[in-house]
T-cell receptor, first 114, second 114 residues
Framework: SQTIHQWPATLVQPVGSPLSLECTVEGTSNPNLYWYRQAAGRGLQLLFYSVGIGQISSEVPQNLSASRPQDRQFILSSKKLLLSDSGFYLC?????????????FGSGTQLSVL | DQQVKQNSPSLSVQEGRISILNCDYTNSMFDYFLWYKKYPAEGPTFLISISSIKDKNEDGRFTVFLNKSAKHLSLHIVPSQPGDSAVYFCAASNSGGGADGLTFGKGTHLIIQP
């Protein structure tokens, strides 16, 4: 069966510090991978998605970046965090090729930037 | 521009009664709709979906109704149970679109009271 691991579960970082969130998927090959963010009082916002190694598409201009160094590994990064980066970050995967609307989410990372 | 709208941030329902969660969309190209359920500090999990070729889909206690002319869908939970207390996200997609094509609403917090 497929599983998705995301860590850390919670993170408190000062403004201007770097960020690295990691997500790995097991039990499937060549998945589509996603990073979403849920800010307070808002819905799920798609930040990045990837259909293959090294292929990253960005949905929202921001100071965040994503990388996919391996087939089942997806990393969200920032060189300098802003207060507005606080939120609940979710990694997700779906079947590839094509697009399967059914997403499987990780357990999320609650990021607080102070 | 919010293409998927859940106008009720929260809903309180007595245990055993029917819970009705509503969702409206504006993009007429959407042809596949999903509901996700999210507990605190966890990622959303897929609950039920419906294609635009149908107007109803049922899975146990959960039924989704789609009114294409009104661009409206609803999720019915009968009977409501304490474990149903969660945030419910409506999502929509254009199946002809790419991997980035899933748009989420802001969610409705369902509270089941004993």
């Amino acid at each position: 069966s497929q599983t998705i691991h995301q860590w850390p579960a919670t993170l408190v970082q000062p403004v201007g510090s770097p960020l690295s969130l990691e997500c790995t998927v097991e039990g499937t090959s060549n998945p589509n991978l996603y990073w979403y963010r849920q800010a307070a009082g808002r819905g799920l916002q798609l930040l990045f998605y990837s259909v293959g190694i090294g292929q990253i598409s960005s949905e929202v201009p921001q100071n965040l970046s994503a990388s996919r160094p391996q087939d089942r590994q997806f990393i969200l990064s920032s060189k300098k965090l802003l207060l507005s980066d606080s939120g609940f970050y979710l990694c997700a995967w779906s079947v590839h090729p094509g697009f399967d609307e059914k997403l499987f989410f990780g357990s999320g990372t609650q990021l607080s930037v102070l | 521009d919010q293409q998927v709208k859940q106008n009720s941030p929260s809903l309180s329902v007595q245990e055993g009664r029917i819970s009705i969660l509503n969702c409206d969309y504006t993009n007429s190209m959407f042809d596949y709709f999903l509901w996700y359920k999210k507990y605190p500090a966890e990622g959303p999990t897929f609950l039920i979906s419906i294609s635009s070729i149908k107007d109803k889909n049922e899975d146990g206690r959960f039924t989704v109704f789609l009114n294409k002319s009104a661009k409206h869908l609803s999720l019915h939970i009968v009977p409501s149970q304490p474990g149903d207390s969660a945030v419910y996200f409506c999502a929509a997609s254009n199946s002809g679109g790419g991997a980035d094509g899933l748009t989420f609403g802001k969610g409705t917090h369902l509270i089941i009271q004993p």
